[in-house]
């Protein structure tokens, strides 16, 4: 099962993507969690990384594709993935075909509306990635990730400003790689503009009646 996962920003790729990783055994593997902990560590590429992150800019082709492709070689990958956030541009897209095949790109979609009120209220845990949202899905203790114990925070790059950026560069550089997954018979479209518990099980029914069981 070698998925990719698309949507706006905010859509739920990441929450959705790892409710699949966790029923099937596959990695989830999210270019803006790996982005996100190269900067954290503070590494010269994490340098380069957070001056275009935190502007709501995407991250040149090369260096995201670089970091992506090490990440595909890794044992775990063999049985399949979810890719969430890759690819962003059509350049990525063909880049991708090289490195692996592609067998169903799932593209999640949702009015302006739900995804503001959705990034806005978004948390983050800082230790394992695992992700929350104050009134949706609130973890049991304020601020704590339910999973490992971890704090909670807001990614920079989830305030309003940012968000209403990167929701403009997703649609000039989007349409190009809906197009190509369309091109190959491999594009389906899910409506996420419900909660996860009716959206996740609308991804495992999709899946299974495209031949996809786990
Ligand atoms: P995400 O967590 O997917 O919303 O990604 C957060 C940020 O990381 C994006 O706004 C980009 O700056 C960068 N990023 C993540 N994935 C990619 C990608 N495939 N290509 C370019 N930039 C990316």
Do not use: N, W
């Amino acid at each position: 099962m070698r998925l990719v996962f698309m949507g706006p920003p905010g859509v739920g790729k990441g929450t959705y993507a790892s409710a699949l990783s966790r029923r099937c055994g596959i990695p989830h593997i999210s270019t803006g969690d790996m982005i996100r902990e190269e900067i954290r560590r503070g590494t010269e590429l994490g340098r380069r990384l957070r001056e275009y992150v935190e502007r709501g800019l995407l991250v040149p082709d090369e260096l995201v594709t670089e970091m992506l492709r090490r990440r595909l070689q890794q044992e775990d990958c063999q049985r399949g993935f979810i890719l969430d956030g890759y690819p962003r541009t059509l350049r990525q897209a063909e880049e991708l075909d090289r490195m692996t095949r592609v067998d169903l790109a799932l593209y999640f979609t949702a009015p302006d509306e739900v995804i503001i009120d959705r990034v806005s209220g978004r948390r983050v845990c800082r230790s394992c990635g695992a992700i929350y949202h104050v009134r949706y899905m609130p973890p049991r203790v304020p601020g704590v990730c339910d999973r490992c114990g971890g704090p909670l925070y807001q990614r920079e790059d989830d305030r309003p400003e940012v968000v209403k950026r990167r929701l403009e560069v997703f649609r000039e550089q989007f349409a190009p790689v809906l197009d190509y997954y369309r091109g190959k018979g491999i594009l389906v479209e899910i409506d996420a503009s419900e909660q996860a518990e009716v959206v996740v099980p609308r991804v495992f029914s999709t899946l299974e009646s495209r031949g996809f069981k786990c």
